[in-house]
């Protein structure tokens, strides 16, 4: 089993930046690739960003260039630096482990952006 605790939303004004944390515990050698996923009121959950064991790294084509998804493998954590918020960011981000038996998700953090 794998446990997930995020932390870092909160509310922000557009162009803003927030960085969100995601730390694992339990069996974390199972884990080979790590992410965000955001899901809006009304819409479907949808991936913002993975990154692989190997540190090989994936975004959705809205969050290019604004979003940056790192991890800290001494701390097991991994972080969603984003910057340039803009209202249609707004939505819970949740944290995804992917192990080699399951899928784990985090329980979510609120980000909100203000126009």
């Known amino acids: 089993q794998v446990q997930l605790l995020e932390s870092g939303g909160g509310l922000v004004h557009t162009g803003g930046s927030l960085r969100l944390s995601c730390a694992a515990s339990?069996?974390?050698?199972?884990?080979?690739?790590r992410g965000w996923y955001r899901q809006a009121p009304g819409k479907k959950r949808e991936r913002v960003a993975m990154?692989?064991?190997?540190?090989?790294?994936d975004y959705a084509d809205s969050v290019k260039g604004r979003f940056t998804i790192s991890r800290d493998s001494a701390k097991n954590t991994v972080y969603l630096q984003m910057n340039s918020l803009k209202p249609e960011d707004t939505a819970v981000y949740y944290c995804l482990a992917r192990a080699t038996d399951k899928d784990y998700w985090g329980q979510g953090t609120q980000v909100t952006v203000s126009s």
């Open positions: 990154i692989t064991s190997g540190d090989s790294t």
């Open positions: 339990g069996s974390i050698f199972s884990i080979w690739a």
